[in-house]
């Protein structure tokens, strides 16, 4: 199963309105990570927050986490057409011994110029 | 710096055949893992390897496999090709094997098995 999980799974919006994404997960955590894809490319990182962190700031970015809910928003302000992407949420999981980041579904984006 | 770099881009097989993909990370990192990608399943962690060995391993069965060279570089390997396994395989290096450190994505390798 998916431990974090994007919410909406699709936004459409206009350019330079804000764009808001939700991520909920299960278990607990040491940090989440926001990354984003273009059309069916490598992931780019964007932000990470640790647990002990309840928001943070990257130029038009914003973070958000909530551990006490299980859940971190992110936040584009004054969206353009280039943030058109997929963006997806990662978190820690450790299960049998193994580490791993385990990745939601992902929300695609569409910023219509 | 060049980035992480995967070959080849696109890949086309057919059931049966094992294919091998390639991966070089970042000059410096020594942890690289790999992740499939799929429609239905999204991503999903294949494996880690950190100074040639392997560290964290995903749900996979053992027809996937890998290894990481003196250098760095990763292959990964899957036999026995099925239908499922059309899938986008991202590989990602960091600096160290830590899960708070950034990963960096190559642009993946495109299989399609037949």
């Known amino acids: 199963s998916q431990q974090g999980e994007e919410d909406p799974q699709a936004l459409s919006i206009q350019e330079g309105e804000n764009a808001t994404m939700n991520c909920s997960y299960k278990?607990?955590?040491?940090?989440l990570q926001w990354y984003r894809q273009n059309s069916g490319r490598g992931l780019v990182h964007l932000i990470l927050?640790?647990?002990?962190?309840r928001e943070k700031h990257s130029g038009r970015l914003r973070v958000t986490l909530d551990t006490s809910k299980k859940s971190s928003s992110l936040l584009i302000t004054a969206s353009r057409a280039a943030d058109t992407a997929s963006y997806f949420c990662?978190?820690?999981?450790?299960?049998?011994?193994?580490?791993?980041?385990?990745f939601g579904k992902g929300m695609k984006l569409t910023v219509n110029p | 710096k060049a980035g992480v770099t995967q070959t080849p881009r696109y890949l086309i097989k057919t059931r049966g055949q094992q294919v091998t993909l390639s991966c070089s990370p970042i000059?410096?990192?020594?942890?690289v893992s790999w992740y499939q990608q799929t429609p239905g399943q999204g991503l999903q962690f294949l494996f880690e390897?950190?100074?040639?060995?392997?560290?964290n391993k995903g749900n996979f069965p053992g027809r996937f496999s890998g290894r990481q060279f003196s250098n760095s570089r990763s292959e990964m390997n899957v036999s026995t090709l099925e239908l499922g396994d059309s899938a986008l395989y991202l590989c990602?290096?960091?600096?160290?094997?830590?899960?708070?450190?950034?990963?960096?994505f190559g642009p993946g390798t495109r299989l399609t098995v037949l």
């Open positions: 990602a290096s960091r600096l160290q094997g830590a899960l708070h450190n950034e990963q960096f």
């Open positions: 278990t607990s955590i040491n940090n």
């Open positions: 927050i640790r647990s002990n962190e």
């Open positions: 990662a978190t820690d999981r450790r299960e049998g011994g193994s580490e791993k980041l385990v």
């Open positions: 000059s410096g990192h020594r942890s």
């Open positions: 390897y950190f100074s040639e060995t392997q560290r």
